[in-house]
């Protein structure tokens, strides 16, 4: 299994310019998450998916989108980026069954906007 | 470079030491809590968790302490290694949300 993936590890973005940042994962995990991370501080959620087709709203959503047309795959969409959105951003995925609520993350992808 | 953890608590501890790292948790309603470990330039990665119901869980030279009553959490880590260098995150969950709330983090140095 190659886990959780996401694509692209680094992006410069113009102020303005839109972009999807990809991620997949091959665990059949029916939950999947996107958090940003800023420099010096923990992570927050952007948006979370109980399964495909249902998405909901985390602590930061403002500036972002999401779509989850599959188990497997979880895009977030920036539009009309702003220098607020330079972070790094991980995907995740789990499966609490059994109780068990491990998170797996992705590499994470590290965006600049200027 | 890193950019995660530059203006993190920082603590050092030499070669072969137990470590401690503390969390406050904000939530009284979280049951679930996970500590997690980020090197440099990677995604956590998961270390050990405890339940609501549990006051102490240990793996694998590292334990895990939770006293409820003033909502803290501490991961003790025995005979720290270089290898340990890294950022420690607690994060709580209320089961049946799924949402996790992550802590700030502290880094981690080993001392030769």
């Known amino acids: 299994n190659a886990g959780v993936t996401q694509t692209p590890k680094f992006r410069i973005l113009k102020i303005g310019q839109s972009m999807t940042l990809q991620c997949a994962q091959d665990m059949n995990h029916n939950y999947m998450y996107w958090y940003r991370q800023d420099p010096g501080m923990g992570l927050k959620l952007i948006y979370y998916s109980v399964g495909a087709g249902i998405t909901d709203k985390g602590e930061v959503p403002n500036g972002y989108n999401v779509s989850r047309s599959t188990t497997e795959d979880f895009p977030l969409r920036l539009e009309l980026a702003a220098p607020s959105q330079t972070s790094v951003y991980f995907c995740?995925?789990?499966?609490?069954?059994?109780?068990?609520?491990?998170?797996?993350f992705g590499p994470g992808t590290r965006l600049t906007v200027t | 470079g890193e950019s995660v953890g530059l203006h993190l608590p920082t603590l050092s501890v030499q070669e072969g030491d137990n470590s401690i790292i503390n969390c406050a948790y904000s939530n009284s309603a979280s049951d679930y809590f996970i500590w997690y470990k980020q090197e440099s330039g990677k995604g956590p990665q998961f270390i050990i968790d405890i339940r609501s119901n549990m006051d102490k869980r240990q793996g694998q030279r590292v334990t895990v302490l939770l006293n409820k009553t003033v909502k803290h959490l501490s991961l003790q880590i025995a005979a720290t290694q270089p290898g340990d260098s890294a950022v420690y995150f607690c994060a709580e969950i209320i089961t049946g949300t799924y949402k996790y709330i992550f802590g700030t983090g502290t880094r981690l140095k080993v001392l030769a």
């Open positions: 995740a995925s789990t499966n609490p069954g059994q109780g068990v609520y491990e998170q797996y």
